[in-house]
């Protein structure tokens, strides 16, 4: 498993992801961050993205935060040379 850093901007007026130079995902949600719905939806948006289970996408840390790592599994993690 990979685990990956996630910058999350609930409220958005419009979905998105996006990765900068760091490496970090950001990731615009429409979802309001009450009772886990941003956290439900970016689990959404990144089974999506990534073509696998819902299941396989775990929020190892930051669960009340914007800044979270997010485990997926190695196959989805592409290397960047």
């Known amino acids: ?3 990956i850093p996630v910058k999350v901007k ?5 979905q ?5 130079e760091e490496g970090t995902y950001i990731i615009h949600l429409k ?4 009772d886990g719905k941003a956290n439900q939806e970016l689990i959404k ?9 819902k299941s396989q996408v775990t929020i190892k840390s930051g669960l009340s935060s ?7 599994p ?6 960047e040379d």
């Open 1 to 3: 498993m990979a685990v």
């Open 74 to 79: 190695d196959s989805c993690i592409i290397s």
């Open 31 to 34: 979802s309001p961050p009450v």
């Open 66 to 72: 914007k800044n979270k790592l997010v485990e997926l």
């Open 45 to 53: 948006v990144l089974a999506k993205q990534f073509n696998i289970p």
């Open 16 to 20: 998105s992801m996006l990765k900068d």
């Open 10 to 14: 609930p409220n958005s007026k419009q």
